[in-house]
Structure formats: structure tokens, C-alpha cells
């Protein structure tokens, strides 16, 4: 039977029969903790309360949260660049930026072709360098101004966005190995900043210059490292 929030018992279910307050079924209970559970809902990426499929602030795709790693680093307020930042760890992520023609993505992957021919041309070694058994697609989003690539260090001050550092880790990457840098008209860059073993390009042998920018296109293919590619997609 029953029970109004009075305490009553009542052999109708919408409106007590005894004092005639009104009885809340729990269907309607559930449906509002649902709706509150979604509008409560905030972007992984940048903290913004969910309000449809995409973020307001950074164009988060919340149907894709399951394939989407947002940055580790803190949302941090604007800092002016210096004139040799590309040669300095970055000490602060840059700011979130809002895109023009759209938010870029970078997808991580580790790529057994390329571990390959790092092996046949003797750059590697097998017995040393083992491949991962089981590694994970990433997806990072381009929202800021610099994305950095590389393997985090505490003592060096060295946290990039794309953390090379694992699991698995990749060990023939540079701890602040290369650069991602958005461009005027939505475009983006890459900057090899002095690594060990260098950074390729959609397969070519030569690694790029260092300190020299390379203009980058939708579907481009970043090399570093033993086995790491990450391409570049617009979307």
C-alpha cells in the first residue's frame, strides 16, 4: 500500500486518501536522479558542464569518451612565450584555444611495421627493445597552442600533453622530443626540437631539422621512437 511523505497509508497511489497530500511514484524519482546525473556530466578535457554531444568550450566528442585521453594538465591561464621556448621543458601547458575550422586530434598508436624496419636498419635492438604486447590507442585533442611530445620527467620539469612515458613506454623517445604548433587558418606544425633519434614523417627515411617547422595535413603520420606514430586528423 502506499505511504504518503507524511507517514500514511493510503489505498490510493496518487493522492492520500488521509490528509490528501500528494504521493511521488519512484518512476519519476528515478528519471529526475537520471537527468541530474547528465546535467551533471563535465568535459574530460576541460572541466565544462556537459549541454549536448560536443563541449561548448573545447569541442570535446563525448560520444568518443571511450577512445578520447584527455590531458593530465591542469587548465592554466595564458602566459606570454618567450623568444627560445622551443628549447626550454614547458613549464605550464599552454591555453585551451577554440580551433579555427575545427578541433584537430592527434591518435597514438604503436606501429609494428615501423618497430620492424627500426630493427632491419640496426637502430634497435630486438633483444633490448622489446615491442609492447598489448598497447592502446590514444586520442589526445589539439586545444592548445603547443602540444608537446615526449616522455615525462619530475626532475627535468618536462610534462608533455602527448606522454610517451607509457604503459608501454617508449624508450628511444627524447624526454621534449618534438612540438605540435597550431597555425593562422586552423593549420598545424611540427617542430623537432633536438631528439636523440629524430622525427620522420609519413614514412620517409629522413629525419626532419631540428628547429625547423613542417607544415603537417589532415591524415600526416608523425614517426618517433621505436614504434610510435601519431597522425594527425581534422575532427
Same mark, same amino acid.
Given at each position: ?91 605550464? *601547458?599552454? &591555453?585551451?584555444?577554440? #580551433?579555427?575550422?575545427?578541433?584537430? !586530434? %592527434? $591518435?597514438?598508436? /604503436?606501429? =609494428? ?51 610517451? *612515458?607509457? &604503459?608501454?613506454?617508449? #624508450?628511444?623517445?627524447?624526454?621534449? !622530443? %618534438? $612540438?605540435?604548433? /597550431?597555425? =593562422? ?51
Amino acid at each position: 500500500m502506499p505511504t504518503c511523505p507524511a507517514g500514511h497509508a493510503s489505498a490510493a497511489g496518487d493522492f492520500c486518501d488521509f490528509c490528501g497530500i500528494g504521493i511521488p511514484t519512484p518512476p519519476y524519482v528515478r528519471r529526475t536522479e537520471v537527468a541530474q546525473a547528465q546535467r551533471a556530466e563535465n568535459c574530460p578535457e576541460c572541466g565544462t558542464p556537459r549541454v549536448g554531444r560536443f563541449c561548448e568550450e573545447c569541442g570535446h566528442d563525448f560520444s568518443l569518451a571511450d577512445q578520447t585521453v584527455a590531458s593530465s594538465l591542469p587548465v592554466t591561464p595564458p602566459i606570454e612565450p618567450s623568444s627560445n621556448h622551443l628549447a626550454e621543458p614547458p613549464r605550464a *601547458a599552454s &591555453p585551451l584555444i577554440r #580551433p579555427e575550422g575545427g578541433l584537430w !586530434h %592527434a $591518435v597514438i598508436m /604503436a606501429d =609494428p611495421a615501423y618497430y620492424q624496419v627500426m630493427a632491419d636498419r640496426g637502430l634497435l635492438d630486438p633483444d633490448v627493445i622489446r615491442f609492447p604486447a598489448n598497447p592502446r590507442r590514444r586520442r589526445v585533442p589539439l586545444n592548445r597552442r603547443e602540444i608537446h611530445i615526449g616522455r615525462r620527467s619530475s626532475s627535468r620539469g618536462v610534462l608533455p600533453e602527448i606522454d610517451l *612515458a607509457g &604503459p608501454p613506454e617508449d #624508450p628511444a623517445v627524447s624526454h621534449l !622530443h %618534438a $612540438v605540435l604548433l /597550431a597555425r =593562422p587558418g586552423g593549420a598545424w606544425a611540427v617542430v623537432d626540437v633536438g631528439s636523440t633519434n629524430g622525427t620522420t614523417i609519413n614514412g620517409t627515411d629522413d629525419p626532419i631539422e631540428r628547429d625547423r617547422e613542417v607544415p603537417l595535413h589532415d591524415g600526416d603520420r608523425i614517426y618517433v621512437g621505436a614504434w610510435t606514430v601519431i597522425t594527425v586528423q581534422r575532427g
